[in-house]
Each structure stands twice: as structure tokens, then as C-alpha cells.
């Protein structure tokens, strides 16, 4: 089922993204596309224009003469080129016929072949655009003249022209337009390629958290409820027993009242580790730092255990070489001493001693607790701090652990911008040492 999901999940990740860089990539080449096309026609449309507006200009003076007796002597010129023009002009009469097939001498870069085409009415006020004629790529724009303002050399004689193509060579331009665009378009599906093997890597990394947090929820609710049943199950038999003797007395029934009770603790300490996970892992509780003596705060914790670890022969022993004061959750960092101090308490044996110190380490608050007990082997190192781990399964009923300690000791650690490692203590025992930034 879990690879299942997994499967539906990547598919649909690698989907929606190899779907997202395409329409990425397919509109940047498109806006690259367009942006060098305007570019490169840039030049030969300014061209055009330029003649173009050096007619209507001449249109506008020819209107001003007032003389109407004087033939304009502009009206009398073939050519009307400026000084500067580098076009060159078709001629074209009413009935959109072509008068001429090529430019008059008076233009420079004038085509070697012959030009033919057909007037378009309908060009007329448009843009320039492109045509492709006689294996060659024109620029062209149309012009309407004014009647009797141009006259040209035709088969007939001189004749009137009433519009004109104005129209420059662009074959250099199309086809390094052409050459562009084929490297565009080879570069990015190059670069969509490379992107559908990167949104395969995505989507599978992308699904790792999300299976390692819908596995590690598994795991909770299934230990959880292993540990839930344990000391219910207890507790149900022992009063289902004490139902079955209605005349015994509790003193006769102690032994079973006092299991009860110790299971129901055990049920309590459960109950409340898995709350604080809880909130931990939903963000909802918060570090609140205080400046802390800690030779002062240490003293006053571990105070307890000192006692404690005399009454079960163990000796238990405080090395603070702390001389300023410390930004500390005080109520997190309680706990988590609790925490590795119950550890090494219960996982250590007569006889054996426990030694616990705190030092400033280049701008770092260091905690050791150091104990001479039974230790970790190598292979338990690496899940010491997943919930609901202990190395001795046998042992969990004599120490009543729940195997949440520690995951909840890393999470104060962490909660603190720090870290914490466990190593062997030589000759025997372990070192669980905490690393907190000041």
C-alpha cells in the first residue's frame, strides 16, 4: 500500500512540474523569440519609415501650393528618395497593376533580379510586414500617393503611380532569424530535458520527508498503542482477579492494588511524554529563554538525585565551572536533565557512579552526564533517540520506561539551536553530552 501511495504521489508531483517548466520554458522562448524578431527588423523598419514620412511630408508640401497653374516640380520627379534612403520603391497604378518591376536609379541598393508583385489595398495603413519573393525576403510597407505626385517610366510611357511598395532586402536578417531560432528551440528542449530528469529527482526526494513522516505516524500510533495495552492489560486482569474475591480485604489484596496504581503512573508518564511529542512536532510550544545561573540552577535539580543515587549505592557527583549567566527555557532544561538523569539511574547498577558537568566551550554551553553503567552498543547508537526505541526489550517492565525519554531529550535540544551525542565512557558506561549555543 505504501509503495502504492508512493507511486500515485511521485507520478503526480513529476506531472505538475514537467507540465510547469514546460509552460516556463515555452513562454520564455516565445518572449526571447519575440523580443530578438523586433530587434533584428528594428533597423530595416526605420528604414521604410523613414521613407515613408519623407513622402507624406512631401504630400503635405505639394498641398500648400497655391498656384494651381504651376505644375510642382516635385510632381514632375521620379524619385523622392532622402538623401539618406537605403530602400527601394514598387509602383504600382488605380488598378493595383505594377508599373514598374524595379526601383528607379535614383535608389541605392537597388536588387539585382527583378521584383514582381501584386498590390494588397488592404496593406495599405498596416505595418511593415514580410514577403517572400524570388528566393528573397522583403521588408515591405504600402503607400497610397497623391494623384499626379509621382510619376514614373512604364511600358505606356510616363504614367501617373497611385501606390507604392516601399521595400528593403531582409534575406541576411530572415535567415540568421532562422539560424537563431532552431538554436532556440534545440537549447530548450536540451534544457526541457535536462528539467523532466529534474523533476523526476524532485518528485521522488520530494516524497521522502513526506513517507519518513507518514511512516514515523505508523510507527507512533502502532508502539502507542502497544504501550497503551501493556499496563491496561494489567490493570483489567488485576481487577477482574479482586472481582472474583468480593469478601477479600486490601490488605489481602495490596500486592494487587499496588500493580494498579504503578501502571496507572506508567499509563500517566505515557500519555503525558506523547503530549509533549505532540506539541513538539506541531510547533506549538515555544522556547522562552531566561538568563540562568546554572551552577545555581544545576545544584538545585540534580540536588534530588544526589540523595537518590545514595540510597541505591550509587554515587552521584556535580562539576559546574560555569562563571556567567546562561539564556536557558529553564523549565525545558529541568526536564531534560530529569530525563538523562533517569536514564543513567536506570540503566546503571549498585555500585556504579554518575557524574554529571556543564563548561563553556568556544561561546557553548557543554552538558555531560557521564555514568559507569551497562552502555549502548553500536547498532542501538543509531536509534537511541527514536520513539519508543530501548535496547532491552526484556528489561522494560523492571525499569518502566517507555522508550520516549530521549526522543523528547533531543527535541529540548534541538527546540535550543543545539545538539546532543551519545558516546562510550572508558572503561565502560556512556556519555550522553549536550551542545547549547550562548
Known amino acids: 500500500m505504501t509503495k502504492l501511495i508512493n507511486r500515485r504521489q511521485q507520478i503526480d508531483n513529476f506531472a505538475t512540474l514537467a507540465l510547469g517548466l514546460m509552460v516556463i520554458f515555452s513562454f520564455l522562448a516565445g518572449v526571447i523569440f519575440w523580443i530578438y524578431t523586433f530587434t533584428i527588423y528594428d533597423n530595416s523598419d526605420r528604414v521604410i519609415n523613414q521613407y515613408v514620412a519623407y513622402y507624406q511630408q512631401s504630400d503635405n508640401d505639394d498641398s500648400t501650393d497655391t498656384d494651381p497653374g504651376k505644375k510642382s516640380t516635385k510632381s514632375m520627379t521620379m524619385n523622392h528618395y532622402p538623401e539618406e534612403f537605403r530602400g527601394n520603391m514598387l509602383y504600382f497604378d488605380e488598378k493595383g497593376n505594377q508599373i514598374e518591376g524595379q526601383a528607379t536609379t535614383g535608389a541605392k541598393n537597388v536588387l539585382n533580379r527583378k521584383v514582381t508583385l501584386k498590390f494588397d489595398k488592404d496593406d ?243 552538558i555531560a552526564v557521564a555514568d559507569t553503567g551497562r552502555g549502548i552498543s553500536a547498532s542501538a547508537k543509531k536509534h537511541i533517540f527514536d520513539r519508543f526505541y530501548r535496547e532491552d526489550k526484556t528489561g522494560n517492565r523492571k525499569t518502566g520506561g517507555t522508550g520516549l525519554g530521549l526522543s523528547i531529550a533531543e527535541w529540548i535540544v534541538r527546540a535550543h539551536n543545539g545538539k546532543i551525542v551519545v558516546m562510550d565512557n572508558k572503561p565502560k558506561g556512556t556519555i550522553f553530552k549536550v551542545i547549547l549555543p550562548l
Open 124 to 366: 495599405l495603413g498596416e505595418s511593415p510586414k514580410t514577403v517572400y519573393k524570388n528566393k528573397t525576403y522583403l521588408r515591405i510597407q504600402a503607400v497610397k500617393f497623391k494623384k499626379g505626385s509621382v510619376i514614373v517610366p512604364g511600358k505606356d510611357g510616363v504614367q501617373s503611380a497611385a501606390y507604392g511598395y516601399v521595400f528593403v532586402d531582409v534575406t541576411d536578417t530572415v535567415v540568421n532569424l532562422k539560424k537563431f531560432q532552431d538554436v532556440l528551440i534545440w537549447s530548450f528542449i536540451w534544457a526541457f530535458i535536462f528539467a523532466l530528469f529534474f523533476a523526476y529527482y524532485v518528485s521522488r526526494q520530494s516524497m521522502k520527508p513526506i513517507l519518513r513522516a507518514w511512516q514515523q505516524q505508523q510507527d507512533f500510533v502502532n508502539n502507542a498503542a502497544h504501550e497503551l495495552r501493556t499496563p491496561m492489560s494489567v490493570i483489567q486482569g488485576k481487577l477482574e482477579t479482586m472481582l472474583t474475591k468480593p469478601t477479600a480485604t486490601i490488605r489481602e489484596e495490596s500486592e494487587a492494588v499496588i500493580l494498579s496504581l504503578s501502571e496507572v503512573r506508567r499509563l500517566n508518564s505515557l500519555t503525558n511524554n506523547m503530549l509533549t511529542l505532540a506539541k513538539s512536532g506541531s510547533n506549538m510550544t515555544k522556547i522562552e529563554k531566561e538568563k540562568t545561573d546554572i551552577k545555581a540552577f544545576m545544584d538545585k535539580v540534580l540536588s534530588p538525585y544526589v540523595e537518590m543515587g545514595s540510597l541505591s549505592d550509587k554515587k552521584v557527583s556535580l562539576d559546574v565551572d560555569v562563571n556567567q549567566e546562561v539564556g536557558i527555557d529553564r523549565k525545558r532544561i529541568h526536564q531534560l536533565l530529569v530525563l538523562l538523569m533517569d536514564n543513567a539511574l536506570k540503566y546503571s547498577d549498585d555500585g556504579d557512579a554518575i557524574r554529571v558537568s556543564a563548561k563553556i566551550e568556544k561561546r557553548r554551553l557543554v
